[in-house]
């Protein structure tokens, strides 16, 4: 009875301190105020997810109650310098930080307020969020049970784009500034986009010698921010030392761009990758054994029939058919017919 009065005390604190911090910024919106939703007990699994540059927690909110449905707590802060009411431009840009120990910090306090809330910590993000998410899984990776990166933002897809940010501090409005389910800022000064290229190279430069929190990386074809051969090679490193790593890319024809997260926001398959996170984390396999499951299904066998012949029910979750479905099927030939 001690520990779920502590429970509660620890949520109602969350939620008490997080709103008055947030009302008093003031918020561009609503949708940029941090979400949570918790259950009433203490959960086996909590989710910290953590939201794209520039944007807000709204990016998140469906996966957050879909994974609260299924009995998780999740927890969708507002990042530092995020989602603040204001007349920025160029001359006034948004207050975003240009020292990544902010960001660092933040999450890392984030995550030690994650592990009062379940036993299993599981970390997302987006874009610049998952390359936060993917800093984490390498500096606590005996304390993340797994981490989730969606189009981790390590290098521009076009590589000129590095050479901009590395090396010039104008201001830049996003392309797509007043596109549908955009509620965060329209633009920002390049310094503060520059710590997240820096944070991502030194992801990707100690990867392969660094052990990760188990990974899966989502990418996609379509997405003209962030580069898939990056991602791959990200998985490829990381696999090396943490067999429960694994690597998705959408294809081109399924049209997920870069804010996969929302219907909101333009990707139509929000409930797929839903879905393979849910996969993924509900799992207990090593990326060598999805790709057995893999090849049995090449073999003309069914998803069901191939998991039992191999003992592995009680290792699967029922969603890994669906990502069985979707996956590069060159990836299941190549093991088949090495």
């Given at each position: 009875?001690?520990?779920?009065s502590?429970?509660?005390?620890?949520?109602a604190?969350?939620?008490?301190?997080?709103?008055?911090?947030?009302?008093?910024?003031?918020?561009?919106?609503?949708?940029?105020?941090?979400?949570?939703?918790?259950?009433p007990?203490?959960?086996?699994?909590?989710?910290?997810?953590?939201?794209?540059?520039?944007?807000?927690?709204?990016?998140?909110?469906?996966?957050?109650?879909?994974?609260?449905?299924?009995?998780?707590?999740?927890?969708?802060?507002?990042?530092?310098?995020?989602?603040?009411?204001?007349?920025?431009?160029?001359?006034?840009?948004?207050?975003?930080?240009?020292?990544?120990?902010?960001?660092?910090?933040?999450?890392?306090?984030?995550?030690?307020?994650?592990?009062?809330?379940?036993?299993?910590?599981?970390?997302?993000?987006?874009?610049?969020?998952?390359?936060?998410?993917?800093?984490?899984?390498?500096?606590?990776p005996?304390q993340?049970?797994r981490?989730?990166?969606?189009?981790?933002?390590?290098?521009?897809?076009?590589?000129?784009?590095?050479?901009?940010?590395?090396?010039?501090?104008?201001?830049?409005?996003?392309f797509?500034?007043?596109?549908?389910?955009n509620?965060?800022?329209?633009?920002?000064?390049?310094?503060?986009?520059?710590?997240?290229?820096?944070?991502?190279?030194?992801?990707q430069?100690?990867?392969?010698?660094?052990?990760?929190?188990?990974?899966?990386i989502?990418?996609?074809?379509?997405?003209?921010?962030?580069?898939?051969?990056?991602h791959?090679?990200?998985?490829?490193?990381?696999?090396?030392?943490?067999?429960?790593?694994?690597?998705h890319?959408?294809?081109?024809?399924?049209?997920?761009?870069?804010?996969?997260?929302?219907?909101?926001?333009?990707?139509?398959?929000?409930?797929?990758?839903?879905?393979?996170a849910?996969?993924?984390?509900?799992?207990?396999?090593?990326?060598?054994?999805?790709?057995?499951?893999?090849?049995?299904?090449?073999?003309?066998?069914?998803?069901?029939?191939?998991?039992?012949?191999l003992?592995?029910?009680?290792?699967?979750?029922?969603?890994?058919?669906?990502?069985?479905?979707?996956?590069?099927?060159?990836?299941?030939?190549?093991?088949?017919?090495?």
């Open positions: 009875m001690g520990f779920m502590e429970y509660a005390k620890i949520v604190e969350i939620v008490r301190q997080t709103q008055t911090h947030e009302d008093t910024l003031p918020l561009r919106n609503e949708a940029c105020r941090s979400r949570f939703f918790l259950q007990n203490p959960a086996q699994k909590v989710c910290l997810f953590l939201h794209g540059f520039t944007a807000g927690p709204y990016q998140f909110a469906p996966m957050g109650k879909f994974f609260f449905r299924a009995g998780y707590n999740v927890l969708i802060p507002l990042m530092p310098g995020h989602g603040k009411a204001g007349e920025w431009s160029s001359n006034n840009p948004p207050p975003l930080p240009t020292d990544p120990q902010v960001y660092q910090t933040f999450v890392v306090q984030w995550l030690q307020l994650a592990q009062a809330m379940g036993k299993q910590v599981v970390v997302g993000g987006l874009s610049t969020g998952a390359t936060l998410a993917a800093w984490l899984a390498r500096k606590y005996q993340i049970y981490t989730l990166l969606f189009a981790p933002y390590l290098h521009n897809k076009i590589k000129l784009l590095d050479f901009f940010v590395e090396n010039f501090p104008f201001y830049f409005e996003w797509n500034k007043d596109a549908q389910g509620f965060g800022y329209k633009g920002f000064s390049i310094p503060a986009l520059r710590l997240f290229l820096e944070m991502g190279q030194e992801i430069d100690r990867a392969s010698e660094s052990l990760f929190a188990p990974m899966f989502l990418s996609s074809a379509s997405d003209m921010v962030t580069s898939d051969r990056d791959q090679i990200l998985f490829e490193s990381a696999l090396k030392n943490q067999p429960i790593t694994w690597y890319c959408f294809d081109k024809a399924l049209d997920i761009h870069h804010r996969m997260m929302t219907k909101m926001e333009g990707n139509d398959y929000q409930d797929l990758v839903i879905t393979l849910k996969a993924y984390i509900d799992s207990d396999l090593t990326w060598a054994e999805v790709l057995e499951i893999g090849a049995g299904i090449y073999r003309g066998k069914t998803f069901d029939y191939v998991v039992t012949e003992n592995l029910g009680d290792r699967v979750s029922p969603d890994l058919s669906v990502m069985m479905a979707v996956l590069n099927k060159q990836t299941i030939v190549d093991v088949c017919n090495p």
